[in-house]
């Protein structure tokens, strides 16, 4: 069986023979230009993506667990679902991007990046997000933190520090 990536046109972009439908060596990507390529659900655990641009691509549901993202351009990418865990995530170019639902456990991801700031942003946002109202409130049980949504007129000191270490605590468990 070969299994093959092919651009929009239809033109094969990269084949790799496999045996039975198991991969006897994860795929190496390394560089390619997959702009705008649909991936939705690929399966390409250990795949080696280093330095890959993949701006525009989706990737929703994709299995990219253990791959080897460095230096990938992942700009407006659809992340929407993907296993990431554990793949290696320095220095990607990926913010604006859509992240909803997607795995990041174990990721080596570079600190200060865009990625970084992405998560750090996101946690936040929901952990003030009320499922059952479909709102962002702060009321309830939870803590208020002085985020712009929250009730209170905090000062913009003292969100920073509370969203500094919100998002602390929702790295380390990543």
Same mark, same amino acid.
């Given at each position: 069986?070969?299994?093959?990536?092919?651009?929009?046109?239809?033109?094969?972009?990269?084949?790799?023979?496999?045996?039975?439908?198991?991969?006897?060596?994860?795929?190496?990507?390394?560089?390619?230009?997959?702009?705008?390529?649909?991936?939705?659900?690929?399966? &390409?655990? #250990?795949?080696? @993506?280093?330095?890959?641009? =993949?701006? *525009?691509? $989706? %990737?929703? /549901?994709? !299995?990219? +667990?253990?791959?080897? &993202?460095? #230096?990938?351009? @992942?700009?407006?990418?659809? =992340?929407? *679902?993907? $296993? %990431?865990? /554990?793949? !290696?995530? +320095?220095?990607?170019?990926?913010?604006?991007?859509?992240?909803?639902?997607?795995?990041?456990? *174990?990721?080596?991801?570079?600190?200060?990046?865009?990625?970084?700031?992405?998560?750090?942003?996101?946690?936040?946002?929901?952990?003030?997000?009320?499922?059952?109202?479909?709102?962002?409130?702060?009321?309830?049980?939870?803590?208020?933190?002085?985020?712009?949504?929250?009730?209170?007129?905090?000062?913009?000191?003292?969100?920073?520090?509370?969203?500094?270490?919100?998002?602390?605590?929702?790295?380390?468990?990543?």
């Amino acid at each position: 069986m070969i299994f093959s990536i092919r651009a929009l046109g239809g033109k094969v972009i990269h084949e790799v023979e496999v045996g039975d439908r198991k991969i006897v060596f994860p795929p190496d990507l390394r560089g390619v230009n997959l702009t705008n390529a649909c991936l939705r659900g690929a399966v &390409l655990p #250990d795949a080696n @993506l280093e330095g890959a641009i =993949l701006i *525009g691509a $989706d %990737l929703s /549901e994709a !299995n990219l +667990r253990k791959a080897n &993202l460095k #230096d990938a351009d @992942l700009r407006y990418t659809n =992340l929407k *679902g993907t $296993d %990431l865990r /554990e793949a !290696n995530l +320095r220095d990607v170019d990926i913010y604006p991007s859509q992240i909803w639902k997607t795995d990041f456990w *174990g990721a080596r991801i570079t600190p200060g990046s865009e990625l970084e700031n992405l998560l750090r942003q996101s946690l936040i946002e929901w952990r003030h997000f009320d499922f059952i109202t479909g709102k962002f409130t702060c009321g309830g049980d939870r803590r208020n933190i002085g985020l712009p949504c929250c009730k209170s007129a905090a000062s913009a000191a003292r969100r920073e520090a509370a969203a500094s270490h919100m998002a602390g605590h929702a790295m380390e468990s990543l």
